[in-house]
């Protein structure tokens, strides 16, 4: 075998989905169909301990320890897990329906994609317990002098339907200059907390942030995955 041929790319074909690339010599299958956009499931993150990576060698050869995950008769047909295989040919992949994650190729134009709410929670009731509410205040007059905190929960109130809410002390700190630079036009973000119920705290709305202007749209979201061996975000 030649220089060249020992350090030309190896194309890496998966199906169902019909998704190819090219990786060099040795390079890690899984870490490979991660790179196309073929999702596989790994709970573990690649350590090769929870067995769910399982793929099908249809063509070609890789290098795979076999690990208790793996039975004798799954290994003859041709089955590895993928974070324990490394590419040495050209290969065709087949990926299990157990091992998919959904639909196993996501769309790349949604991945990481702004996206309306109602988008990602269609047929879904979604009523989260933080929410943003925008509220336009009119400004003090020599008539209406209420004060600043009175003023906001009033317009809360008037808008929303919301009463008896709490609010966090850091918000009454900021409160007035958040007011002033908004042009009395702010996003407060409530919580709908849960406790003490059957007493007048129960689902009690609390104001935890203010923000000067309209910002409903911009959200900043955390997800994590608790699985058995791993926790992922």
């Given at each position: ?186 996003t407060v973000t409530t919580l ?12 009690r709305p609390r104001v935890i ?25």
């Open positions: 075998m030649t220089k060249d041929s020992t350090n030309k790319k190896r194309r890496v074909h998966f199906t169902p989905d019909n998704v190819e690339i090219a990786v060099k010599p040795g390079a890690n299958l899984l870490e490979a169909a991660i790179a196309a956009g073929v999702h596989i499931n790994a709970s573990c993150g690649g350590a090769g301990v929870c067995g769910t990576c399982k793929v099908l060698i249809k063509q070609g050869q890789v290098e795979s320890t076999r690990t208790e995950k793996i039975s004798e008769e799954e290994y003859e047909q041709g089955l590895r897990q993928a974070c324990q295989s490394r590419i040495i040919t050209d290969l065709v992949v087949g990926i299990p329906v157990e091992s998919r994650l959904e639909t196993a190729v996501l769309d790349r134009e949604r991945v990481g994609a702004i996206q309306p709410l109602e988008a990602l929670a269609t047929g879904w009731r979604f009523k989260p317990p933080l929410s943003k509410l925008f509220v336009e205040l009119p400004p003090p007059t020599l008539k209406d002098n209420t004060g600043d905190l009175s003023r906001l929960l009033r317009g809360i109130k008037q808008r929303y339907h919301l009463s008896n809410m709490s609010v966090d002390f850091s918000v009454v700190k900021k409160l007035a200059k958040v007011l002033r630079d908004g042009h009395w036009k702010v709908i907390t849960a406790a003490k119920p059957r007493t007048k705290e129960w689902r942030h203010i923000e000067p202007g309209d910002t409903r749209e911009k959200h900043y979201s955390l997800a994590f995955d608790i699985g058995t061996t791993g926790v992922r975000g």
